[in-house]
């Protein structure tokens, strides 16, 4: 069932923010930015949400963690919960939540073709990719993982996917992660999940929605849900001001998404069409891909699995590389990109740790 999350209006203290940071598209040169064109955005909830904790419990906690990006008054970006889906993210027509609970090295057969250097076989075989294809320094640490598809070039999110780690540990830096939405107390010797603190869903959802709509991690202030570590036990699920500033920067209520291209680029409403539609812009020889940008329910080219490089620790960062001109067979609806002084290429996925470290104390 579709239902849109209730709006929750904040007043916040006024704050002097601190160091926010956006996604760049380009690893590399941290060039660009990653963004929504859209201010209404979908997602789906596996229909077995975390293991161990009451479904009902669970959905609510996932609704609350979209709307804290909400809340802040300088924004009118919104989502609305479509429901619960069988989906392991084989499906790429929906912006997805999940918890795996296998690890990839075990369910992936040893001669899987997904086992190479540029692939992942977490929807194939709906398990935790990071043990296989690792992109920190410290794979045993990560609670979630949050995968974009975006458009190079310009920076435009066309869907994200966030994996949570509760698989059996198989490394033997893993750790074992219990997921739960109590208040209080921190889970311990004298009292264990589901009724305390362990690895808290609305705190890590939220953690990671902020990168779901594009923002990096706040290395600079540990108050931050965009901090890149949290204590096990410990609940943070209100924004900071720094992180009230960077939704409200980004999708400022009643204005243009802010983008980190040259020029202005608008979009108009999307359109029905057959196939690709590509088109020259004004400037030298500029072409533009223009893809599905609609209300998240557009069918989009599937392309190549791409792996970023860096650690949980460092910034979260993006692979923006060319995909297949084969994607171009698919049928998509149009929405014209307006403006700018860029190129942009076919929509690649970015599989990159943008979530906690797990830090035990």
Same mark, same amino acid.
């Given at each position: 069932?579709?239902?849109?999350?209730?709006?929750?209006?904040?007043?916040?203290?006024?704050?002097?923010?601190?160091?926010?940071?956006?996604?760049?598209? @380009?690893?590399?040169?941290?060039?660009?930015?990653?963004?929504?064109?859209? %201010?209404?955005?979908?997602?789906?909830?596996?229909?077995?949400?975390?293991?161990?904790?009451?479904?009902?419990?669970?959905?609510?906690? =996932?609704?609350?963690?979209?709307?804290?990006?909400?809340?802040?008054?300088?924004?009118?970006?919104?989502?609305?919960?479509?429901?619960?889906?069988? *989906?392991? #993210?084989?499906?790429?027509?929906?912006?997805?939540?999940?918890?795996?609970?296998?690890?990839? $090295?075990?369910?992936?057969?040893?001669?899987?073709?997904?086992?190479?250097?540029?692939?992942?076989?977490?929807?194939?075989? *709906?398990?935790?990719?990071?043990?296989?294809?690792? =992109?920190?320094?410290?794979?045993?640490? $990560?609670?979630?993982?949050?995968? &974009?598809?975006?458009?190079?070039?310009?920076?435009?999110?066309?869907?994200?996917?966030? !994996?949570?780690?509760?698989?059996?540990?198989?490394?033997?830096?893993?750790?074992?992660?219990?997921?739960?939405?109590?208040?209080?107390?921190?889970?311990?010797?004298?009292?264990?999940?589901? !009724?305390?603190?362990?690895?808290?869903?609305?705190?890590?959802?939220?953690?990671?929605?902020?990168?779901?709509?594009?923002?990096?991690?706040?290395?600079?202030?540990? *108050?931050?849900?965009?901090?890149?570590?949290?204590?096990?036990?410990?609940?943070?699920?209100?924004?900071?001001?720094?992180?009230?500033?960077? &939704?409200?920067?980004?999708?400022?209520?009643?204005?243009?998404?802010?983008?980190?291209?040259?020029?202005?680029?608008?979009?108009?409403?999307?359109?029905?069409?057959?196939?690709?539609?590509?088109? *020259?812009?004004?400037?030298? #020889?500029?072409?533009?891909?223009?893809?599905?940008?609609?209300?998240?329910?557009?069918?989009?080219?599937?392309?190549?699995?791409?792996?970023?490089?860096? #650690?949980?620790? #460092? %910034?979260?960062?993006? &692979?923006?590389?060319? $995909?297949?001109?084969?994607?171009?067979?698919?049928?998509?609806?149009?929405?014209?990109?307006?403006?700018? @002084?860029?190129?942009?290429?076919?929509?690649?996925?970015?599989?990159?740790?943008?979530?906690? =470290? $797990?830090?035990?104390?």
């Amino acid at each position: 069932m579709k239902r849109a999350l209730p709006l929750l209006v904040v007043v916040l203290a006024s704050q002097a923010a601190r160091a926010y940071t956006r996604t760049p598209w @380009d690893k590399d040169t941290k060039a660009g930015c990653l963004f929504w064109p859209e %201010r209404e955005l979908t997602f789906f909830v596996h229909r077995d949400c975390a293991p161990g904790v009451d479904r009902q419990s669970c959905f609510r906690a =996932v609704d609350a963690a979209f709307a804290a990006w909400t809340a802040p008054l300088g924004t009118d970006l919104s989502f609305v919960d479509e429901g619960q889906t069988a *989906n392991t #993210g084989a499906d790429e027509h929906q912006n997805l939540v999940i918890w795996r609970t296998q690890d990839c $090295a075990v369910a992936a057969p040893a001669d899987a073709p997904c086992r190479a250097k540029d692939a992942t076989c977490a929807d194939l075989f *709906n398990c935790w990719d990071e043990t296989i294809h690792p =992109v920190s320094t410290d794979p045993g640490s $990560a609670i979630a993982v949050t995968t &974009v598809t975006f458009v190079p070039g310009t920076g435009q999110i066309v869907r994200a996917e966030i !994996d949570l780690y509760a698989a059996p540990p198989f490394l033997p830096s893993q750790q074992p992660f219990t997921f739960t939405v109590a208040e209080s107390p921190r889970c311990g010797e004298s009292v264990a999940p589901p !009724d305390c603190v362990s690895t808290d869903i609305q705190s890590t959802l939220t953690h990671e929605i902020g990168h779901f709509i594009g923002l990096g991690h706040n290395e600079q202030d540990p *108050n931050t849900i965009m901090f890149p570590s949290a204590n096990m036990g410990k609940i943070k699920r209100t924004l900071s001001p720094d992180d009230v500033k960077g &939704v409200t920067d980004i999708y400022p209520r009643g204005e243009p998404v802010k983008t980190c291209v040259g020029g202005a680029i608008s979009f108009a409403p999307a359109a029905e069409s057959d196939g690709c539609a590509c088109r *020259n812009t004004s400037g030298a #020889g500029a072409w533009i891909i223009v893809l599905a940008l609609g209300a998240m329910r557009r069918r989009q080219p599937r392309s190549p699995r791409l792996l970023a490089t860096g #650690g949980l620790r #460092g %910034r979260a960062r993006s &692979v923006g590389v060319a $995909a297949s001109r084969a994607a171009l067979r698919l049928i998509v609806p149009v929405i014209p990109i307006v403006g700018g @002084d860029f190129e942009a290429g076919l929509p690649v996925r970015d599989r990159a740790i943008r979530g906690f =470290v $797990a830090v035990a104390i």
